[in-house]
């Protein structure tokens, strides 16, 4: 009898967890599918605001994702919470900079949105911001407090990130908030590596302008003492040698012209 009674409670609370997690999200789902009447339905209707899909994603995060000011601006007022991270540690703020939506971004800062939000793997929002290349979004951020020296656990920084992609507008936004230009990655890579190994010309031309080397070895760097130096080490290599390595011969010819050594 006993176990048998332990048994139902247990099932008891089995059941109830299940409940808890397949609660409705309701609102969640509208933003979703962009249904605003639905939205406004349920607001109106007392319906939790703030209520997440099982990944965590809220009304809010799909406001974002759509960019979608209008439902965006319905929810924050109904009480939306813009801190709200899902499974991925991403807040509705993260989906913004990736989508590059300035006025999205404005909108989330405007109601408290943490403008240095750091995902799982230690990139920034502005990083994404940085990667889209909308410069406006990335000096919204700024103007915010966003960090641009923050690192993601390889160590790359907004400003990698943006020479890689080929930004050269947000590489100078970037600059002038005091990024630099001598962190390095683990394998040992300033930014200016990034836009020389994508062949980026006129972000390259922005970094040699603001004293970026042309002629300048890298080497990796020897094991940290934290151990997230790669051990292996490998030939040290010129922003010429990346160019030509990648192909990118007029890059090549214009870091000739900036001083870089052919021999």
Avoid at 1 to 13: D, E, P, S, V, Y
Avoid at 102 to 125: I, R, S
Avoid at 233 to 262: C, K, T, W, Y
Wanted: proline fraction near 6%.
């Amino acid at each position: 009898m006993h176990c048998r009674r332990i048994h139902r409670i247990t099932t008891g609370l089995v059941l109830l967890a299940a409940a808890v997690l397949a609660a409705p999200a309701q609102l969640a789902d509208a933003a979703e599918q962009q249904d605003r009447a639905g939205i406004r339905r349920l607001l109106a209707s007392g319906e939790d605001v703030n209520a997440a899909q099982i990944d965590g994603t809220t009304a809010l995060h799909w406001a974002a994702y759509h960019d979608d000011a209008e439902t965006a601006a319905l929810l924050l007022r109904a009480g939306a919470k813009t801190n709200t991270v899902n499974r991925y540690g991403a807040p509705p703020l993260a989906q913004a900079c990736t989508n590059g939506s300035a006025a999205m971004v404005n909108l989330l800062l405007q109601a408290g949105a943490d403008a240095n939000a750091t995902l799982k793997g230690g990139e920034t929002v502005l990083m994404l911001a940085a990667r889209s290349g909308n410069v406006d979004a990335v000096n919204a951020l700024l103007a915010r407090g966003a960090k641009p020296d923050a690192q993601e656990r390889l160590g790359q920084t907004a400003l990698m990130w943006a020479a890689a992609e080929g930004h050269p507008a947000v590489v100078r936004a970037l600059l002038a908030a005091g990024a630099s230009l001598s962190a390095t990655v683990d394998s040992g890579y300033p930014p200016f590596y990034f836009a020389v190994r994508e062949g980026h010309l006129e972000t390259v031309r922005v970094l040699i302008a603001v004293g970026a080397d042309p002629k300048a070895l890298i080497a990796p760097p020897p094991p940290s003492k934290t151990g997230r130096r790669p051990p292996a080490r490998r030939p040290a290599v010129s922003p010429l040698q990346l160019a030509v390595q990648n192909g990118h011969f007029e890059l090549a010819i214009a870091l000739v012209d900036a001083g870089a050594d052919p021999n």
